[in-house]
């Protein structure tokens, strides 16, 4: 009876170290704690699950015959235009200088910079017309930028890169040139200076960045729609007892003028509480249903930690 007692005994311990799966499988999911958002943006990939540190501000581009300047609108780079200033001496304004996003219709530089009484038919280039903006690029920066020239071949363009904050200084500018064809435009990231040559994907935003219509950077979650990436929403059922999207589920996705995720949307997931100043998430208890190329994911925002910035989520595979 002892030696059958002691059989059963190992045949438990057995069953316990290798019958329950205690990796990223297991219903808890991942949890993540963000950086602060409030001091860089957190572009998250489900698909390697970490954060995407290289995301372009512009692309550069030829298109119907005019040399085009597009943000980045998917991870809401925004801008403001100064159509009469001097450039070297402006600094940025947060009560004039409203943020403009791009939209299906309608680009914020595009190629309102040129002046085409410049055009030079010898090498098709043609120059600026003395508009210029303030960008506000994917890393918060202000930066100050003047699209001197463009051609087929290149665009050159002035950036000076503020070092503080608000954008009340600017350094003198720095001369860019940047190549590209009508077959490849180029993606740059005007605080580095560089032409990023693969983005990586990400699906899901955490910033802290201007809304449409104010100058005053808010906490949002944004969805990237450049690659189709689709949020639902469930309510009532706890993420654990969530294996597969509900068939009646809503699919969302933003727009470049709506943002159901984001401060001010139908469904944000991070508020601001005016009467003592509180940011919070609006419902923990929600679970979020992401589809992205690769399959769909679920996820729970936790806590917005507001003295630090970080946020806390957890997410897992379906």
Not at 40 to 48: E, G, I, L, N, V
Not at 127 to 151: E, I, M, P
Not at 302 to 312: A, F, R, S
Request: hydrophobic residues 40%; glycine residues 6%; proline residues 5%.
């Amino acid at each position: 009876m002892r030696n059958k007692k002691l059989m059963i005994a190992a045949i438990v311990l057995v069953f316990l170290a290798f019958g329950c799966d205690s990796n990223d499988d297991d219903p808890g999911g991942t949890s993540v704690a963000t950086p602060s958002i409030k001091e860089a943006p957190y572009y998250f990939s489900f698909t390697t699950g970490a954060a995407v540190s290289d995301v372009p501000d512009v692309t550069l581009r030829y298109e119907d015959h005019s040399y085009i300047v597009a943000l980045n609108a998917a991870a809401n780079i925004s801008a403001a235009v100064r159509d009469s200033s001097d450039f070297a001496s402006a600094t940025y304004s947060m009560g004039a200088d409203l943020p403009q996003f791009d939209t299906d219709t309608s680009l914020v530089i595009g190629d309102n910079w040129m002046d085409v009484d410049t055009y030079n038919p010898a090498d098709h280039s043609i120059s600026n017309n003395g508009t210029f903006y303030f960008v506000r690029a994917a890393d918060y920066s202000q930066v100050k930028l003047l699209v001197d020239s463009a051609s087929p071949t290149q665009f050159n363009l002035k950036v000076a890169v503020s070092s503080a904050s608000d954008g009340s200084t600017f350094p003198a500018a720095t001369d860019h040139t940047f190549a590209y064809s009508a077959d490849t435009p180029a993606q740059v990231s005007l605080t580095g200076g560089t032409v990023i040559d693969s983005p990586a994907d990400w699906h899901i935003g955490l910033v802290t960045a201007p809304v449409a219509g104010s100058p005053y950077p808010m906490q949002s979650v944004i969805i990237n729609y450049g690659n189709d990436t689709q949020v639902g929403v469930v309510s009532g059922q706890a993420f654990d007892d969530i294996d597969v999207a509900p068939a009646d589920i809503v699919w969302l996705t933003d727009t470049a003028t709506t943002r159901p995720l984001a401060y001010g949307g139908s469904n944000e997931v991070i508020t601001y509480r005016q009467t003592d100043h509180t940011v919070y998430i609006v419902d923990p208890d929600l679970v979020y249903i992401v589809n992205i190329s690769g399959g769909m994911y679920k996820l729970q925002f936790l806590n917005y930690d507001q003295p630090t910035g970080i946020v806390e989520f957890t997410y897992a595979s379906l």
